[in-house]
């Protein structure tokens, strides 16, 4: 069975960081693709970021650009979500999601929540202003 698990949210006082973390339990995680999406309160799920299987592309949502950097680590099962420069507009529920294989190439990660198979449960990340 399939599992996502997402750590590392919290309360946090604007300009501060904060880094997510995500334990999958894929037997071959190599071969997924990873993402990052967030849901505020009211609004839809939004892509925050995505890194291909390689971990040579990466893709950002265009209000994290330059604030957030996502990363996974294939020997450890583990993808991050390192986020600085945090805003009030950040608070959201932080889900981790993988997209199976055949769904893109080896340097590809898909922006779109309906082409992500796995989600996590969510962490809260809630920043202060």
């Known amino acids: 069975q399939v599992q996502l698990v997402e750590s590392g949210g919290g309360l946090v006082q604007a300009g501060g960081s904060l880094r997510l973390s995500c334990a999958a339990s894929l037997r071959t995680f190599s071969s997924y693709s990873m993402g990052w999406f967030r849901q505020a309160l009211g609004k839809e799920r939004e892509f925050v970021a995505g890194?291909?299987?390689?971990?040579?592309?990466?893709y950002y949502g265009n209000s994290v650009k330059g604030r957030f950097t996502i990363s996974r680590d294939n020997a450890k099962n583990m993808v991050y979500l390192q986020m600085n420069s945090l805003k009030s507009e950040d608070t959201a529920v932080y889900y981790c999601?993988?997209?199976?294989?055949?769904?893109?190439?080896?340097?590809?990660?898909?922006?779109?929540?309906?082409?992500?198979?796995?989600w996590g449960q969510g962490t809260q990340v809630t920043v202060s202003s």
């Open positions: 999601a993988a997209a199976e294989p055949y769904r893109g190439t080896y340097n590809y990660a898909s922006t779109r929540a309906p082409d992500y198979d796995y």
């Open positions: 890194i291909s299987r390689s971990a040579g592309r990466t």
